[in-house]
């Protein structure tokens, strides 16, 4: 059974940093595509960044001044630098393996709780 775990969130003052981790295991096989998601309180789940196995991207608009994606070459663990962040991107990050580069896959993890104090 194909599991995904992130790390790395926590609670951070705006204007902070933080790097949220993911990997993943049982899967037996490299994810094309991976990504992260979040959900803030009072919208629906966003995504916020996607990467291919070849390290091609695709970062949420609204995001891509702050927050950087990066994978483990031919690996199924990938990263979410996130900087500058303000209290509206507080919520829970997901971790996301399979689909497209613009469509999430159908394996999520649990996901990781991303406070920012203002």
């Known amino acids: 059974q194909v599991q995904l775990v992130e790390s790395g969130g926590g609670f951070v003052q705006a204007a902070g940093s933080l790097r949220l981790s993911c990997e993943t295991s049982?899967?037996?096989?490299?994810?094309?595509?991976m990504g992260w998601y979040r959900r803030v309180p009072g919208k629906e789940r966003e995504l916020v960044a996607r990467?291919?196995?070849?390290?091609?991207?695709s970062v949420n608009e609204s995001l891509k001044a702050r927050f950087t994606i990066s994978r483990v070459k031919d690996d199924n663990i990938i990263y979410l630098q996130m900087n500058n962040l303000k209290p509206e991107d507080t919520g829970v990050y997901y971790c996301n393996g399979g689909g497209t580069l613009n469509n999430a896959g159908a394996d999520w993890g649990q996901g990781t709780q991303v406070t920012v104090s203002s």
């Open positions: 049982g899967a037996g096989y490299v994810f094309n595509y």
């Open positions: 990467i291919g196995r070849n390290g091609t991207s």
